[in-house]
């Protein structure tokens, strides 16, 4: 079973694009395989894809404010259908308004998410820490 | 040019005698009698000697007898590969016997082992993707000492640990899902085809009719596979049709469909085949009646002992045809049944769901909502012709169940294989196409 490979999306009725196709080419640059869900995934839709694929990564984007009520539980559900170590990363506006990102950050890790990504993340910092993550170096 | 053409089913021996001639089939003589269960060639030979003594230019037959082709599926999560697999299963002319979500647990391989499917299909993972409980399944099917045939279709890099496994006694072919949301079922479909023809059909009672009839046999419903195909092809304002074939074992469900999903809906899922086919082994008029029966709408104000009384009688025998006023009531009651179910699911369904946007409507499977034409064939339908079947069958339509939307056809034109010829057409659609789709289409009332 391969584990570069990342199962993204945008989650709930989330249809902020650009970003999601940023990430999609970014991380195929980087020789990953790449199962792009796209715009208004549910967390369902981001388990069952990772089940089949046998993904590392599921990287969720959220941008539109909802992202806590749409990411909340999906950690549960992963466990609940036997994905117990599969990395949980999220990013985006996660949060509507000027929460400082440190008690966005605290909030999405103690849902269950291994990194939490502010919008004006650096990729390459995110690649190099999902190398770290993945156990490929 | 003669063309003789014959089809086993589960309760009746069909056959005809087409003339060819300058790419025109017509028909020469049709004849019908009850299947010889002990024995299916005794009552091909019959039929054959009714409809010609001499020796037709070309010869094709298919069967559905002795429970058709079954098959078990075993897949990994419900609405990808399984369904993939369960698609598969269908188009290659197979009948579900059971399906495992999630890889398979021991009582899972119990009743596999209970319901004797003549294949088993595993699938699971895309190429690349998920192993262990693939795996897994793969090893409790050797140790059940299954005596049908593995048909392994699923993550493409371990097919060697699965040929390992099964001791190299497993059929392995292309994955039916490579990738995330894509379905590619052609191998497996063109493989379980063959497998059937290898393994099958000698056990189903079939080798001493393909010894009289000097050709291969083809499961009745890839011959109407290949029909509704050639239609689709061939047959102008014949792009968008579906077909309900109601038989005594089975209830098979056709659509041809090339869908432009509407701005504004979201769609989910696996994306549909081109042609495709759902049976339904729980919905029939005779040989599954009992469990036809099962799938009524549950009100305890309906007296049922009326159809019940009747689905006893016809489960001792299966060729009994209805003959008074009720008897002819109930039978139309079980084809009601039988349509409904079947085509709810077939079809797809759409769910409306309230974002920060307003409403949008996230959608299921096949939408059929529009489908201009309706082909409904099938011992009954075919006798009875009764064009108000389908829409009584669907009171109160659009239909809601669940706050879901079901899309199944509105409106459509009804027409009646009444001489009950597709799925002997059927048998010559391979080799004449063009002729084949052209006749069928001619010789439907409506
Ligand atoms: C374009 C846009 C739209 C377009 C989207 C078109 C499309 N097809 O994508 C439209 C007009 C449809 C739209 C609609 C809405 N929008 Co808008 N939109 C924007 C806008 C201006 C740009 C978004 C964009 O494309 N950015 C460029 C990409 C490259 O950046 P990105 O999306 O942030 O993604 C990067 C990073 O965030 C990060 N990242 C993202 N996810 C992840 C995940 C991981 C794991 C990692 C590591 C990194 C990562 O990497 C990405 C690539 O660099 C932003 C404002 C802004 N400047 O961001 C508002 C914005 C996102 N929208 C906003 C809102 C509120 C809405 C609406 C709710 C407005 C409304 N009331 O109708 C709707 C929601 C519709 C819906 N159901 O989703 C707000 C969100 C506020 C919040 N979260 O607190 C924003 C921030 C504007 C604002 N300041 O108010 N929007």
């Known amino acids: 079973m391969d584990r570069k490979q990342i199962v993204l999306g945008v989650i709930g009725f989330d249809c902020h694009s650009v970003g999601n196709r940023i990430l999609d080419y970014f991380f195929t640059e980087k020789g990953y395989k790449v199962h792009n869900l796209g715009v208004m995934v549910s967390q369902e839709e981001f388990i069952d894809a990772a089940q089949e694929t046998g993904a590392g990564v599921i990287m969720v984007s959220s941008l539109y404010g909802h992202g806590e009520i749409d990411c909340e539980g999906l950690r549960d559900k992963c466990i609940e259908r036997g994905l117990d170590d599969i990395l949980l990363y999220v990013g985006g506006n996660l949060v509507v308004g000027k929460t400082p990102f440190k008690s966005v950050e605290t909030k999405f890790l103690k849902m269950g998410y291994d990194r939490v990504f502010s919008p004006d993340t650096d990729l390459e910092v995110v690649n190099n820490l999902l190398i770290e993550d993945l156990k490929l170096g | ?446």
């Not at chain 2, 009672?205 to 092809?233: A, F, H, Q, W, Y």
């Open chain 2, 1 to 446: 040019m003669y063309l003789l053409s014959i089809d086993i089913g589960s309760t009746w021996t069909k056959g005809a005698l087409f003339s060819m001639e300058n790419g025109v089939m017509k028909l020469v003589s049709r004849d019908a009698i009850p299947t010889t269960q002990e024995n299916l060639s005794e009552g091909v030979f019959e039929i054959k000697s009714r409809l010609t003594s001499k020796t037709p230019d070309m010869v094709r037959f298919s069967s559905s007898a002795k429970g058709g082709l079954g098959i078990s599926v075993i897949g990994l999560v419900q609405d990808l590969s399984l369904y993939a697999g369960k698609l598969a299963a269908w188009s290659s002319g197979g009948k579900l016997i059971s399906v495992h979500a999630n890889g398979l647990t021991q009582s899972g391989m119990n009743e596999i082992l209970s319901k004797h499917p003549d294949i088993i299909l595993i699938t699971g993972g895309t190429d690349g993707g998920h192993e262990e409980k693939i795996i897994r399944a793969a090893t409790t099917v050797q140790e059940s000492r299954f005596p049908g045939t593995v048909v392994y279709a699923g993550n493409s890099h371990i097919q060697e640990i699965i040929s390992k496994i099964f001791k190299n006694r497993v059929v392995v072919t292309e994955n039916i899902m490579p990738s995330l949301g894509s379905f590619q079922g052609e191998k497996a479909s063109d493989i379980i085809r063959k497998v059937f023809l290898s393994e099958i059909v000698e056990g189903k009672g079939l080798g001493k009719v393909r010894e009289i009839l000097g050709c291969d046999p083809v499961p009745t419903p890839v011959s109407m596979m290949n029909l509704v195909d050639s239609i689709t092809r061939f047959n102008e304002n014949w792009g968008f049709f579906g077909a309900v074939d109601l038989g005594g074992a089975t209830t098979d469900v056709y659509s041809s469909s090339t869908e432009d999903y509407t701005s504004g809906i979201v769609f989910r899922g696996l994306p549909e085949p081109l042609i495709k086919r759902t049976v339904e082994g729980d919905l029939g008029m005779r040989v599954s009646s009992k469990n036809t029966i099962e799938n009524m709408d549950q009100n305890p104000e309906t007296d049922n002992t009326g159809i019940q009384n009747w689905v006893k009688q016809i489960s001792q025998d299966f060729s009994k045809i209805s003959q008074s006023k009720e008897e002819k009531y109930m039978d139309r009651e079980l084809a009601r049944i039988c349509i409904r179910n079947s085509m709810l699911r077939h079809c797809g369904e759409i769910e409306k769901v309230w974002t920060t946007e307003g409403e949008i409507s996230v959608q299921k499977g096949r939408n059929l909502k529009k489908l201009k034409k309706l082909v409904l064939t099938g011992g009954y339908l075919s006798q009875f012709s009764d064009f108000s079947i389908y829409s009584s069958s669907f009171p109160g339509l659009p239909l809601i169940v669940d706050s879901k939307e079901k899309l199944i056809p509105q409106s459509p034109d009804i027409y009646f294989d009444d001489k009950y010829l597709w799925p002997l057409i059927g048998n010559f659609a391979e080799d004449f196409p063009e002729a084949a789709a052209a006749f069928a289409v001619e010789s439907l009332s409506g």
